[in-house]
């Protein structure tokens, strides 16, 4: 079918961006004869679909050949921002008092060490919004880099402290005071920061117990880090490092304490149109002090929200085997890994991870996981004996997942008996758990024992996750082999509206089409099936229907 001249311009122009994407030359130069449309079409193409940097060259382009378009500079300015790319430093300049625009130019400034024209820069921000959040905190810090910390430490204790940002700014000022040497008057800052906040954050906890420790008080610099691992359970892995680095103080600049307010407003937005501004915050944060793994760790989290797994798990890549948080992000790119099936190499690493932490059962599991994945059942059983071994003789609720993986890989081995008992231990632990209530449920079905009581765990499971397309599969399953082939039909219909893309729910929607008689609708769904990449057994079942039903035909 002809195209109008503009659909070929646009598909002209994002056949130049994927060509400029594939086979791994994504930093390749753009074309230079791309007509201004067609630089602006790729450049918001390549950043509708995560390719940031590809983007900002389009974008660039297109700047190049209509330069006093506002909208089209803003776009590419935003774009430059995502892809820290260098370009937005000079697009900045362009920008006026667009409050972005000033926080790039101040940040350049800090870098160069010219404070106090930061604090020049920064009063320009708007008193309200956002930006009235931040704007004393980076005005203090200007301040403090320009050796004025008693102005600095003024200006954040004479605000609100009742104020949402109150407990923020109590503890910038006590980070101030600490950085001048001012032990005295950043005490009972810390004191009154450590009151204000509900329940200890990371950084909160980092500096209180980096004070401590330099005041020679290491037992109470160890508990409040035992607290704060008690609270976040996921830093139970860098409590120990924690505690060894306690005492080097978390900020030695005043550049540390303007990445360090970007974390803390990028840590303290959470609605969905935020989440572009997070991602620049974060990246002035890393701009600014590269070695900030906790703005990698949640810059890495966004990654994931904005399904872009790779480069999440990139990110927690900058975080180094001496870093505190090393655990914790080795355990998050390994679970972002796994989901790609990506994780094999990481073992080795994980290993090293339970090797240094005896007691924590997490690296373990999760090594198990990765090799069950994998097929590799022998091994993940005897990984996932190991974790219990360590959770003990009366290990916590949470470790249902743990007995549940172990079932999967012993049911994998053909020993029914020890998966059966795996699967009511974790039952036991954590009562009415859906997915072990489907799992004992859809094996009952399938080796064609009490369907009855079958379809009564799928149903109960499903109370629980009335939407899960695998739970629906197996009502649909256990329907079929009761022989209630309408019910089973309309139920299966919707597990794979729920699951569109799992190729044994669409092959289970093929096998009731067979049983209804619709010959030509079963060969079609498993076509489907098929072309879906199911694992190697489900792939052999579907191809010996097919051949059946074609020596049929």
């Keep these: 079918m002809p195209c109008s001249k503009m659909l070929r311009r ?10 400029s994407c594939a086979g791994g030359r994504a930093d390749t130069a753009s074309p230079p004869s791309l007509s201004l449309y067609s630089a602006f079409m790729a450049g918001r193409y390549a950043a509708a679909t995560g390719h940031e940097t590809t983007a900002a060259r389009f974008y660039a382009d297109a700047i190049a050949l209509d330069p006093d378009n506002r909208t089209l500079l803003r776009q590419g300015f935003i774009t430059a921002l995502l892809a820290r790319s ?26 160069a060490g010219h404070d106090r024209k930061a604090a020049t820069l920064f009063a320009k921000m708007p008193a309200t919004g956002v930006t009235g959040l931040i704007r ?66 990371l950084r909160l906890a980092q500096a209180i117990a980096s004070f401590q420790a330099r005041q020679g008080h290491f037992q109470s610099a160890d508990a409040i880090l035992v607290r704060l691992a008690a609270t976040h359970p996921d830093l139970r892995l860098a ?42 915050l974060l990246g002035f944060a890393l ?43 080795l355990m998050q790119r390994a679970q972002i890994l796994a989901g790609l099936g990506k994780a094999m190499p990481l073992l080795p690493a994980l290993a090293d991870l339970a ?14 996981d990765i090799e069950r994945d994998a097929g590799h059942y022998r091994r993940a059983r005897r990984l996932y004996s190991q974790a219990l ?97 309408a019910q089973a039909m309309r139920t299966q219909i919707r597990a794979v509206q729920e699951a569109p893309d799992d190729a044994e729910v669409n092959a289970h929607l093929a096998d009731i089409f067979e049983a209804a008689g619709d010959h030509l609708a079963a060969r079609n769904q498993w076509v489907r099936a098929l072309a879906l990449h199911p694992d190697a057994a489900e792939a052999a079942r579907i191809e010996a229907h097919l051949k059946h039903d074609a020596a049929g035909s």
């Design 239 to 280: 409590l120990r490092r924690m505690e060894r680095d306690a005492a080097k103080p978390m900020i030695t600049s005043a550049q540390d304490g303007v990445a360090e307010v970007y974390l803390t407003l990028a840590g303290s937005l959470d609605q969905p149109q935020q989440v572009l501004l997070r991602q620049i």
């Design 10 to 19: 646009s598909a002209c122009a994002l056949v130049l961006l994927l060509s």
């Design 389 to 485: 071994a360590r959770l003990g003789p009366n290990p916590p609720g949470e470790a249902w997942a743990v007995y549940y993986g172990r079932a999967i890989a012993e049911d994998k081995l053909h020993d029914w008996p020890a998966a059966d008992a795996d699967l009511h231990h974790a039952l036991a632990l954590q009562p009415g758990q859906p997915f072990v209530l489907n799992y004992l449920g859809y094996s009952d079905a399938l080796r064609g024992v009490d369907l009855a009581q079958a379809q009564t765990m799928i149903e109960e499971a499903l109370q629980v996750d009335p939407n899960e397309g695998a739970i629906i599969d197996s009502l649909g399953y256990v329907l079929l082999r009761e022989g209630k082939i």
């Design 355 to 368: 090797r240094t932490h005896p007691h924590d059962a997490a690296p373990i599991t999760l090594a198990a």
């Design 86 to 111: 260098p370009d937005a430093t000079m697009l900045a300049k362009r920008m006026g008092n667009d409050p972005l625009a000033i926080l790039v130019r101040g940040n350049a400034l800090i870098e």
């Design 136 to 201: 004393p905190l980076l005005l203090a810090w200007s301040d403090a880099g320009a050796g004025r910390f008693g102005p600095a430490i003024d200006r954040l204790t004479g605000l609100d402290a009742g104020s949402p940002f109150g407990p923020v700014y109590t503890l910038n000022a006590a980070l101030i005071a600490d950085l001048a040497g001012r032990e005295a008057e950043a005490a009972p800052l810390y004191r009154a920061a450590e009151q204000a906040f509900a329940s200890p954050n």
């Design 287 to 329: 701009q600014l002090r590269p070695d900030l793994a906790a703005a990698s760790l949640l810059l890495a989290n966004l990654d994931v929200t904005l399904h872009h797994p790779e480069r999440a798990a990139a990110t927690l890549t900058r975080i180094g085997a001496d870093d505190p948080l090393y655990g914790p992000a």
